[in-house]
């Protein structure tokens, strides 16, 4: 219930369209037992040929309703749908507002495909609730109140025999659903994220699993994942037939019923024989705000079990929390860390363990040591991804606690080994840096980054499309996009995060002249496990298992003859044998 109640608070923005809906809703349906109800009334009127003057009032009804229900229906419908979706617009805008702060570091611990099927499928799963359940609940209490009035008219005992019909039929069929799907739409949920989730995978990785001859297991598992949701489906579909069966036997008894209390009370002129038939038709057109409730019912396990999903989501605590009264941005010139530790969780082992240092303004600093030794741990504590454990860093001499989070990315430009490119333009990507940039900006920056050439050889220039993740571009050129995009952003700290890994030589040193570029008057914190131009660093700091063990310039630490020496020596041997 707490699901339900949470879910519904969003309708409150809406509820005066929802009010709209539901009584346009009850109209649709009055006009509809009016219409049978008149009909059958006038055919028998006109059977005892009265005078004509006596039927112009039922023959208008009969007409006024026809077009009342037509009317009213479109209306409903129209308006249901449009809040509907204006609602799953604002509920998915919602989640993902409060998702964004938890990004990377909760983030992380979910997929990337599971995170898009509750931002889109769960999501779209809730306007069953909103949609079906909702506003035909109350249109069937009205109706369902409306008809034993009618019936009261004529006797108490038929009024509360249909309302008997009507109440165990709007309750007890969609009860009975609900306990049968109760468990199979939970499950059935968790399998499309589970199958949508293996789809995208596959996709993204169709290389790997053709290069090493998976493609035949990787369809088995697609194929147990859908037979296994099939089976569900068919499932639901047969207790779909089994509503459907039942509401129908429950209108034709509720039928006879009536008409098998009414007949005798017709002989004994207790009720005129001319409304028999208007009761008849009477029961069945209110069954048809009864109908949709065991729909209602059947897809309420989809829609709390979407909704689960969603909260659990939305619910977990951000990582990172902005201050209440955060300082002025910063200039950004000024980056220190002062003896941070750092693990990824409670339990888990410190990654970083007191680290200190600073990087004053237009300094160069180096971060070197083997993989693994948190370089890129500590660029993300940079970026306020993350708090230490322990310690505090600080940007321009203040605790970075206090100040917005987006006020200290502001101030960052990154340029990290795995630079993410959108599926758009070269211009959109490098327009990420700064959208307001102008033409002559974005030219500059191109030239800067050493990527003018490339870029006027494409087909069509900046406005040809990289693809996926940039999977038409190669490793050096999507760097090169992503120092323009630095270039563009033209902040005055930069953080280098193992920007030439997996690159061929040639294309490093090129991608090395660009950098040098890009660091020009600019605060550096440069991590790499590759020393090639060391030389140019004003310091460097060897990380070891999360620790710094030395720290000099280039030729200081050469000469010290401890890990950085065997660093390099390694490193200039398998050039050497290269």
């Keep these: 219930m707490k699901t339900v109640r949470r879910l519904l608070t969003f309708l409150l923005a809406f509820r005066w369209l929802i009010i709209l809906a539901i009584l346009l809703g009850c109209i649709m349906v009055v006009s509809n037992m009016l219409l049978l109800g008149m009909a059958a009334y006038l055919i028998a009127e006109a059977a005892l040929m009265p005078l004509m003057v006596m039927l112009v009032l039922p023959s208008a009804i009969v007409r006024l309703m026809s077009l009342s229900r037509s009317a009213s229906r479109y209306g409903e419908r129209l308006l249901s749908h449009n809040v509907t979706f204006r609602l799953l617009a604002r509920l998915r805008a919602d989640v993902y507002?409060?998702?964004e702060p938890l990004a990377p570091a909760h983030v992380l611990t979910y997929g990337s495909s599971d995170i898009l099927t509750r931002l889109s499928a769960d999501i779209e799963e809730l306007q069953n609730l909103y949609l079906r359940a909702v506003a035909p609940i109350l249109v069937a209490l009205i109706i369902s109140l409306l008809t034993f009035y009618a019936f009261a008219i004529f006797s108490p005992l038929l009024a509360w025999v249909a309302f008997a019909f009507l109440m165990v039929t709007g309750l007890g069929i969609p009860l009975l659903v609900g306990l049968l799907t109760r468990t199979i739409g939970k499950r059935q949920l968790a399998l499309r994220a589970e199958l949508r989730t293996l789809i995208v995978d596959d996709i993204q990785g169709v290389q790997d699993i053709l290069a090493y001859g998976q493609a035949?297991?990787?369809?088995?598992?697609?194929?147990?994942?859908?037979?296994?949701l099939a089976s569900l489906q068919r499932r639901m579909a047969l207790i779909a037939g089994l509503r459907q069966a039942l509401t129908t036997l429950m209108s034709k008894v509720a039928l006879w019923s009536l008409l098998a209390l009414a007949i005798p009370l017709v002989t004994t002129k207790a009720?005129?024989?001319v409304y028999l038939g208007c009761l008849a038709l009477l029961i069945l057109a209110s069954f048809e705000a009864i109908q949709p409730l065991g729909q209602a019912f059947q897809s309420l396990g989809h829609s709390l079990a979407a909704g689960k999903r969603l909260f659990e989501l939305v619910d977990a605590q951000p990582t990172i929390t902005a201050p209440a009264e955060p300082l002025p941005a910063p200039e950004g010139r000024l980056l220190s860390f002062e003896h941070v530790s750092f693990a990824y969780g409670p339990g888990e082992a410190e990654i970083l363990h007191d680290i200190t240092l600073s990087i004053a303004s237009g300094q160069r600093i180096a971060l070197v040591g083997p993989s693994g030794t948190g370089k890129s741990t500590l660029a993300r504590l940079a970026l306020r991804f993350w708090d230490p454990t322990e310690g505090t860093v600080r940007i321009d001499g203040q605790d970075m606690r206090q100040y917005q989070p987006e006020d200290i990315r502001a101030c960052i430009s990154m340029v990290d080994q795995d630079t993410y490119l959108f599926n758009d333009t070269v211009r959109g990507n490098i327009l990420l840096g700064n959208p307001n940039a102008s033409s002559q900006e974005i030219e500059q920056a191109l030239e800067t980054a050493q990527l003018g050439t490339f870029v006027r050889q494409l087909p069509q220039g900046l406005d040809t499309w990289v693809g996926e993740q940039g999977l038409r571009l190669s490793g050096g050129e999507r760097q090169r996009v992503a120092i323009a995009r630095a270039l563009l952003k033209n902040a005055p700290l930069l953080i280098l995060d193992e920007v030439?890994?997996?690159?061929d030589s040639q294309t490093e040193q090129e991608l090395l002249q660009a950098l040098t570029r890009?660091?020009?008057?600019?605060?550096?914190?440069?991590m790499t496990h590759r020393l090639i131009n060391m030389e140019e660093m004003d310091e460097i700091i060897v990380l070891d298992q999360g620790r710094i063990r030395e720290r000099g310039t280039h030729t200081h630490l050469l000469m010290q003859d401890g890990l950085y020496r065997r660093?390099?020596?390694?490193?200039?041997g398998m050039l050497t044998f290269g």
């Design 518 to 526: 890009l660091m020009g008057g600019r605060t550096t914190l440069m």
């Design 216 to 228: 035949g297991r990787q369809q088995d598992r697609l194929a147990e994942l859908d037979a296994q």
């Design 271 to 273: 009720i005129n024989g």
């Design 97 to 99: 507002s409060r998702l």
């Design 500 to 503: 030439t890994a997996n690159l």
């Design 567 to 572: 660093l390099f020596d390694i490193q200039n």
